[in-house]
């Protein structure tokens, strides 16, 4: 999906209703739109703000949900990942 030809306001509604919809983080969006994610960040916690109010409430929800998440997502790949190794040796 290429984002080029899209001017902000529609970037990040696109990518509000995106995150919303998969239940996604930042870093999964950005792969899927080919952004950084600095630009999908900026896009849903600034530019959104002033587009549409309702769908930037329900993003930093969503975010902050992401947030209090994060420490077990980062605990389960690295889980993964040493799991991995032990199988290999």
């Known amino acids: ?14 990518l509000g209703e995106y995150l919303i919809e998969h239940q996604a983080t930042v ?9 950084s994610k600095s630009t999908v960040h ?3 916690t600034q ?5 549409n ?3 930037y ?3 930093q929800r969503l975010l902050q949900k992401n947030k ?5 997502r980062g605990g389960e790949a ?3 990942k040493y799991g991995e190794k032990d199988r290999e040796l």
């Not at 999906?1 to 696109?14: K, Q």
């Not at 870093?27 to 952004?35: C, I, L, P, T």
């Not at 530019?47 to 587009?51: A, F, G, R, S, W």
């Open 42 to 44: 900026k896009d849903v």
């Open 68 to 72: 209090q998440e994060r420490h077990l």
């Open 27 to 35: 870093r999964s969006a950005a792969r899927v739109f080919g952004v």
């Open 1 to 14: 999906m290429t984002t080029s030809y899209w001017n902000g306001r529609e970037r990040c509604v696109a």
């Open 78 to 80: 690295t889980r993964r």
């Open 57 to 59: 409430a329900e993003v």
């Open 47 to 51: 530019t959104l703000q002033n587009v």
């Open 53 to 55: 109010k309702g769908l």
